[in-house]
């Protein structure tokens, strides 16, 4: 069974950063690309940012480059989503989601996290 | 990246049919087929029913639909059932390992 677990999120004020974590199991990590998509409560999704499998590609939403930087750690099944210089307009549940289209990181998304909230305020 | 345009809100009566469209540009929606349907139940997290266009993963319903002409996509629900009220997005991929999202669409069976 495809599990993803996030972690990582909290309270931290604007300009400071956070880290978050993705662990991933019941499936081969390193043959997927990984994402990361956030919903700002009771607002839409909006995709933040993609990797492949090998971290050769990587993707991020124009309101985050520059700010946030994608990883991924195959050896310990693990995503990661570095933000920096964090904004109140950044505070929403921050999803995992699994790449449903193997090695190809243009795709889909075909499993998901239940989130990690990150909230933004002095 | 400006998110696909969806219609706020859709209704139905139970065992009719509704359609949800996505529009987007000829840099997304019209040049990838690579646009999916997500489901997403209140206080729950979103749910895969449609990708690359058409094709239902196992275990969702043949209700749901794709298509896509030119710059819109299409989601439909045939046989429209209380447990299908959610909110839907589409999302394209938009080349460069970046993808857009639909701006959402609530779904209500009268």
């Known amino acids: 069974e495809v599990q993803l677990v996030e972690s990582g999120g909290g309270l931290v004020q604007p300009g400071r950063s956070l880290r978050l974590s993705c662990a991933a199991s019941?499936?081969?990590?390193?043959?997927?690309?990984m994402h990361w998509v956030r919903q700002t409560p009771g607002k839409g999704l909006e995709w933040v940012s993609s990797?492949?499998?090998?971290?050769?590609?990587?993707g991020y939403a124009d309101s985050v480059k520059g700010r946030f930087t994608i990883s991924r750690d195959n050896a310990k099944n693990s995503l990661y989503l570095q933000m920096n210089s964090l904004r109140t307009e950044d505070m929403a549940l921050y999803y995992c989601?699994?790449?449903?289209?193997?090695?190809?990181?243009?795709?889909?998304?075909?499993?998901w996290g239940q989130g990690t909230l990150v909230t933004v305020s002095s | 990246q400006s998110a696909l345009t969806q219609p706020a809100s859709v209704s139905g009566s139970p065992g009719q049919s509704i359609t949800i469209s996505c529009t987007g540009t000829?840099?997304?929606?019209?040049?990838?087929?690579?646009v999916s349907w997500y489901q997403q139940l209140p206080g729950k997290a979103p749910q895969l029913m449609i990708f690359?266009?058409?094709k239902r993963p196992s275990g969702v319903s043949n209700r749901f639909s794709g298509s896509k002409s030119g710059n819109t996509a299409s989601l439909t629900i045939s046989g429209l059932q209380p447990e299908d009220e959610a909110d839907y997005y589409c999302c394209s991929y938009a080349g460069s390992s970046i993808y857009v999202f639909g701006t959402g669409t609530k779904v209500t069976a009268l």
């Open positions: 990797i492949s499998w090998n971290s050769g590609s990587i």
């Open positions: 989601a699994k790449g449903g289209n193997g090695y190809n990181s243009a795709g889909f998304f075909d499993y």
């Open positions: 690359e266009v058409t």
């Open positions: 000829i840099s997304d929606v019209e040049t990838y087929n690579l």
């Open positions: 019941g499936f081969t990590f390193d043959d997927y690309a």
